[in-house]
């Protein structure tokens, strides 16, 4: 029996802009109204933006799609993770974003992801290791796990390092307090709260956090660097080293140092925190759907057949289901709740008239669980993902977990290679259930996390119910 999963019970009514400051400084999910699960378009007037809320399919393919230049990212994103990222593809725009992404589209295509399949296997394996050391039906808290393993994979398939040294998790814990930091900043920008002590106070924090990641990243990237600009060969065949292969297909140029610290800094922002929440409230999905997790360790096990050692790439492939319940939990969940854009010109939409500078976000979050345009919209159903459905249970332009048009993530096949192997060497090792009187508290940050974590109890599956599951 599948429980209906936990969302956060929607407001009667649209909230006060009190409310909204006071709720959103903890979570944006929290300000949602009724109507806003059912509406086209929303609009919300803040002191220090006016903000359009597109949420019909045919506007989010105008914005994503068709006109996507009127739409470019919004400039507060820039300007807020800036001193992390720098000029990095995430938040540029135009000729600058189009330059980087044709330079890293190279590093992220299927032969070269599948290339850092091994890197992406070793860190799975230490994560079995932490987890088996736990005894049986121990609880655990999975959204720690998540991210140690995410961010392992990361610092392993980027630059053939791990997680195992004491700098690197200095690294992970600095991403982490700036990622919380980040969000309340922007809330304050756009209540136009006046310049004080603490405001300036949490900046120089964050920066500071900012400088700390940077000058790890550099110490790997500096020397790797070098060996490519004396034309040596490198002995590692990463994402760094695409990177310093790239060139732009105009000018022929390469990246400067600057650039790649930028690039490489924010594929670890984009590639392990969006990962671990997925993952996180996938699991969370299975511990209250035991048929579901049931039938998925099923799977496993026949893929599997014999094979003892790691879960290969072949059988990954082959995971039919467990990538089904991956992409029906993005949908209940979707990392990435909102995307924020800019109206560069002004632009008419239904019956609002959306002035240059404007704001505008799409959500994944609201456009997954549009009461019109899904069955049981808030329910945990992967079987909607059933090629043999024909996709007709899949809206057209309403489900984006990856973005959507030009800006869509460079590193969607990745993500799902990575999913799949961590789900299926889990499915196969242990059960999960929720933790006895635990509800998790889905908040919404710059990814859609729990805020009180994961609990769940974690089984060993036996190896008789291993074959016979
Ligand atoms: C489940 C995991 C992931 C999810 C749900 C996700 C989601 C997204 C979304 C929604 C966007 C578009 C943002 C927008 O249009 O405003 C995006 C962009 C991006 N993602 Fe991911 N992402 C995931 C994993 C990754 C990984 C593993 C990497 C790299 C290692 C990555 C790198 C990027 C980059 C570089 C962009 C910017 C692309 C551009 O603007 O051209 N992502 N991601």
Redesign the pocket.
Known sequence: MTRCPIYPKPLKNKASLLFIFFSKRRSWLDGLYERSYRMKMGQIKLPGLELFMVNQPELVKQV?VDEVDAFP?HRMLGDLLAPLLGES??TTNGAQ?RKQ?DM?DVA?DNSQVERVFERMQEATTRMLTRLGEHPDGAVVDVDKEMTLVTADI?FRT?MSANLDTEEAMNVLEAFVRFQEASPKLALLRMFKVPDNWLLRFSDRKRRGDAKIIRASLERVIRPRYEVFMRGEASEHEDILASILRAKDPDSGQAFGFDEIVDQVA??FL???E??A??LTWTLYLLSISPDIQHAAAKEVTEVLGEERGSVPLAAVKRMGLVRRIFMES?RLY???GF??REVSRDTDMRDKHLQAGASLVVA?WLLHRHEALWDAPHEFCPARFDPKSGGRSIPKNAY?????G???????T??MQ??VLILSELLRRFSFELAPGFQPDPVGRLTIRSDNGMHLVLKKRLPETETTA
């Open positions: 994503m990212k593809i995430f974003w992404r890293l992220f990361i980027i924010m594929l984009a590639g392990h969006t990962s929440s997925a993005m979707p990392p990435v995307l924020a994944p984006l977990p990856f973005g959507m030009q800006r869509v993530c460079i590193g969607a990745f993500a990575e999913a």
